[in-house]
Nanobody, 139 residues
Framework: QVQLAESGGGLVQSGESLRLSCAAS????????IGWFRQAPGKVREGVSC????????YYTDSVKGRFTISRDNAKKTVYLQMNSVKPDDSGVYYC????????????????????????????????WGKGTLVTVSS
């Protein structure tokens, strides 16, 4: 069973930087995606960034492109979200989420990431979630 644990949230001023970490375990193969979602009070959860582990491709929602970077450290079994030039609109609870591709009838991992970050024609949810870490950006 995949398990995820986020850390690194906190209070930061607009324009500053923050790095979130997601410790991951339990994957049965390299064919999976892992990414970051966020939810602000009263708003719908949004896919922020996604990593297709099989080939290393990364994906971002438009509002964070050029500011956020997702990366992985396989030795530490950890995925990071480097958040630079943060804005108040970046505030919210950030969740780490993942999904393994276990059937050839499922979308490819790259397609999973594209859908998860809001660029497809339908909503798509990953199936394993951490408990979240709160990020607050002050103006």
């Amino acid at each position: 069973q995949v398990q995820l644990a986020e850390s690194g949230g906190g209070l930061v001023q607009s324009g500053e930087s923050l790095r979130l970490s997601c410790a991951a375990s339990g994957f049965t193969s390299n064919n999976y995606v892992i990414g970051w979602f966020r939810q602000a009070p009263g708003k719908v959860r949004e896919g922020v960034s996604c990593l297709s582990n099989s080939d290393g491709s990364t994906y971002y929602t438009d509002s964070v492109k050029g500011r956020f970077t997702i990366s992985r450290d396989n030795a530490k079994k950890t995925v990071y979200l480097q958040m630079n030039s943060v804005k108040p609109d970046d505030s919210g609870v950030y969740y780490c989420a993942a999904k393994e591709r276990v059937s050839p009838f499922e979308p490819t991992t790259d397609s999973m990431c594209i859908l998860a970050t809001g660029h497809g024609t339908q909503r798509y949810d990953l199936d394993t979630w951490g408990k979240g870490t709160l990020v607050t950006v002050s103006s």
